[in-house]
């Protein structure tokens, strides 16, 4: 079994900054990617940023603002955001690959939420 939590959500105003975190725990063998999707009210689940040993990709709406990285040593992956508009709020979700002993299974974390206000 696999768990992720994330962490570093919150109210931030427009141009601000946050950094969002998720550690995954639990029977993991490797991890193959990790990344990070959102889902606003009213929309369907995005995918914002992943990362594959180290090339990160993104979705356009958040090119050259927000930045991913990982800590391969603990499990964690990190999601920088800066120039944060209104349109970024919504639940954030870390998700992973993990392969454990026998299969590679997708697991997901239960969201951090994200809203840019004045």
């Known amino acids: 079994q696999v768990q992720l939590v994330e962490s570093g959500g919150g109210l931030v105003r427009p141009g601000g900054s946050l950094r969002l975190s998720c550690t995954a725990s639990?029977?993991?063998?490797?991890?193959?990617?990790m990344g990070w999707y959102r889902q606003a009210p009213g929309k369907e689940r995005e995918l914002v940023a992943s990362?594959?040993?180290?090339?990160?990709t993104y979705t356009d709406s958040v090119k050259g603002r927000f930045a991913i990285s990982r800590d391969n040593a603990e499990n964690k992956v990190y999601l920088r955001m800066d120039s944060l508009k209104p349109e970024d709020t919504a639940v954030y979700y870390c998700?992973?690959?993990?392969?454990?002993?026998?299969?590679?299974?997708?697991?997901w974390g239960e969201g951090t939420l994200v809203t840019v206000s004045s």
């Open positions: 998700n992973a690959a993990v392969r454990t002993d026998t299969v590679v299974s997708n697991y």
């Open positions: 639990g029977t993991i063998r490797s991890i193959l990617v």
């Open positions: 990362i594959k040993g180290t090339i990160a």
